[in-house]
């Protein structure tokens, strides 16, 4: 689809001062835009186990695991917050353990079972304790940050550091909430804790 | 991001010969720093190799009597969770736990933390033109710029960056040695001897020989090791660099002090034994008060650039602290 308006590109070209400084120094690197094809880095062929599914695919080396579930798979539940692993809203499981899809290169979690928000619930669809749990106790209010606290949430638990609100807010912490949803989000993990380990 | 060629090293020899050789290489193992810094442009590797799946051999954790070896792959989290560690290293299990976050941890290895790169603002926008580390020679913004969570000690007209980890600052105050392999064969050093005071080069920050990787790191076994703690002072509670720590490994006999071992993280341009301090303590009798004399003493050498004016002082009451905690340990039997 074509933008009708101006496009944010040319908005900016427009600009002065500082951020056409910022834009030059971009434009004498124009192989670090996205669409640009790779010069040395040659695409290369991986697999992805991504929710139980095998996906054959073919990306840039530069390509991160979050761009790639969310831009060729088409699983937006990861999101990009900071992009820098600061703020947790991308946590996704690797090899069952809570890591974060933004530093993560595809091209090292290659072959490697892979669980998103979306591979969560159980195949009929039942939610996971964890969502449940969340939704109960009003655990989010934009729910932006909300699919990296409920993965990071399942792994807190499943590490053992839910033993306390302290512990859980300790071994949370990489999950930032901007709303301050935070006591509910403890509220949540404590009960969930409780049935994950009835379950 | 710019392009870069992406490859897989199967084994050690391997991976050291792709990293002698290849242009502009970087080894990938967590990711952490390397992505994010390829992300800002601060890093520019044209080769990224992956040593990854060098794990099953890098990966352990092992102890025995004569101290402990942690392989360079090993995760922090795992280690940090190693109940070995925890009862006989507790500065080390606690220098994991306070670093970085949960999902950070459970990606980041041992050797890539200690090698991540400072925090400096300057050093991490390409926007500012001036900084040593990134250009040689074009300056340093830090000087005259914010400088609250710059370095005091080890700075020189060049640099001020402070040494961000914190493994590392437990791994100095333990007398670890780190052992290496490269073209050239397996070496190994003092851990201490690892990473570089700036002086008028800060863009060279460890004595790794092209090529290099760190295999593992040694700590030698000793009465203090199970007396050592980790304290760490950030702006908050969780999820933070420090703006002062320190590593403090005490031999007691009684309240007297037989020896001790000290190390300053936050405060300095690399991992920092603090031996001034060290030396005041050895055999006497440890009170409050001789601790914070200890903790002046650590940072007798500091240098302060206006927004770090207050690190001295903080740095100092660290170290009481840390000493203070160390000696009111209980040690199970």
Redesign the interface.
């Known amino acids: 689809m074509k933008p009708s308006g101006p496009s944010r590109r040319a908005v900016l070209a427009g600009a002065s001062g500082a951020s056409a ?2 834009l030059a ?1 971009a434009g004498a ?1 124009p ?2 835009s996205q669409t640009a094809p ?5 695409d ?1 062929a991986v697999t992805l186990e991504v929710n139980g599914r095998s996906h054959a695919l073919t990306i ?3 390509q ?1 695991l979050l761009d790639t579930l969310r831009e060729e798979l088409a699983l937006t539940g990861s999101k990009k917050g900071c ?3 600061q703020c ?1 809203a991308c ?1 996704v499981h690797v090899d069952g ?4 899809a933004c ?3 595809t ?2 979690v290659a072959g490697r079972p892979i669980t998103t928000i979306e591979g969560l619930a159980g195949p009929g669809g039942d939610l996971h304790p964890m969502q449940t749990a969340f939704i109960e106790h009003d655990a989010f209010q934009c729910g932006y940050c909300t699919p990296g606290q409920i993965m ?1 949430a399942v ?2 638990v499943k ?1 053992g ?1 839910a033993g306390s609100a302290a512990e859980i ?7 930032l909430c901007r709303c301050a949803a935070y006591p509910n989000i403890v509220a949540a993990i404590e009960d969930a804790k409780s049935r994950m380990d009835v379950a | 991001m710019r392009p870069f060629d992406y490859r897989s090293a199967a084994d050690p020899t391997a991976a050291a010969r792709m990293g002698s050789s290849a242009a502009e290489p970087a080894y990938l193992a967590g990711g952490t720093t390397l992505v994010d810094l390829m992300k800002l442009d601060v890093m520019r590797p044209r080769t990224v190799i992956d040593i990854n799946g060098l794990a099953p051999d890098w990966g352990k954790v092992e102890a025995d009597s004569r101290g402990l070896r942690l392989g360079a792959l090993a995760r922090m989290s795992d280690v940090a969770a190693d109940p070995v560690v925890r009862r006989d290293y507790p500065a080390i299990a606690q220098s994991l736990d306070l670093a970085a976050s949960a999902q950070l941890r459970n990606m980041a290895s041992l050797g890539g933390n200690v090698l991540q790169r400072t925090r400096c603002t300057y050093f991490r926008d390409v926007s500012w033109k001036a900084c040593n580390k990134r250009t040689p020679g074009s300056g340093c913004a830090a000087l005259e710029g914010v400088n609250r969570t710059h370095a005091v000690l080890g700075v020189s007209a060049s640099c001020i960056a402070t040494y961000p980890g914190d493994l590392a600052v437990a791994l100095i105050a333990l007398d670890a040695a780190v052992s290496l392999v490269g073209p050239d064969g397996a070496r190994s050093m003092a851990f201490a001897d690892l990473h570089r005071e700036p002086k008028d080069k800060p863009q060279v920050e460890t004595n790794l020989r092209p090529g290099e990787l760190i295999v593992g790191f040694s700590v030698p076994a000793g009465p203090w090791t199970r007396r050592s703690v980790y304290t760490k002072v950030r702006d908050r509670q969780s999820y933070e660099f420090a703006l002062a720590s320190a590593a403090v490994a005490l031999e007691m006999d009684g309240d007297t002090v037989r020896s001790a071992r000290i190390a300053l993280g936050g405060v300095a341009t690399k991992p920092w034994r603090a031996r001034e301090a060290e030396s005041l303590l050895a055999g006497a009798r440890l009170t409050e008060d001789l601790a914070q004399k200890a903790g002046r003493a650590a940072f007798i050498g500091a240098v302060t650039h206006g927004g770090n004016d207050y690190k001295p002082r903080l740095g100092a009451a660290t170290v009481a602290r840390a000493l203070l905690e160390a000696q009111a340990l209980e040690i199970a039997a």
Do not use: Q, W
């Open positions: 400084a910022s120094l690197h192989a670090t790779p010069a040395p880095g040659a290369m840039d080396p530069r991160t992009d820098h692993g947790g946590t353990r809570r890591v974060l530093l993560a290169l091209a090292s990071s792994g807190c590490e550091h807010a300790e071994y949370m912490s990489g999950n």
